[in-house]
């Protein structure tokens, strides 16, 4: 659940944002550990097991809407910030990794029902 103000000013709205985020494991996991350059520290050494269930984490972010008449042309910037590792506590070397990812959404709104 984020909290996000609308702060109007003209045709501008500003809107930051604030709140928790939870993220679920989907999908398979690549079973592989590579470094900053690319190369390929573990191969084989995780398995699907090893990656968290889910992670908690933060997230805070600002967006800009414009309005123009019948649309609202809309950008939003988001940081999340990963509290709990990726990694469950029994995962070989157990290694604290963290999930941190920005955000950044552009959009154009149009009223459907008047």
């Not at 909290?3 to 592989?32: C, F, H, Y």
């Not at 699907?48 to 019948?70: P, R, T």
Request: net charge negative; aromatic share 8%.
């Amino acid at each position: 659940m984020l909290v996000k103000l609308r702060l109007q000013s003209g045709g501008l709205i500003i809107t930051p944002l604030l709140g928790p985020v939870l993220m679920l494991k989907a999908g398979d996991w690549k079973n592989e550990l590579v470094d900053s350059d690319g190369n390929v520290l573990s191969s084989g050494t995780y398995t699907d097991e090893d990656v968290a269930d889910f992670i908690l984490g933060a997230v805070a972010g600002i967006g800009f809407e414009l309005d123009m008449g019948a649309n609202i042309v809309s950008v939003e910037a988001r940081y999340m910030l990963g509290l709990t590792p990726r990694f469950d506590e029994d995962a070989f070397l157990n290694p604290d990794i963290r999930q941190n990812n920005l955000e950044v959404l552009v959009g154009i709104g149009f009223p459907v029902l008047r």
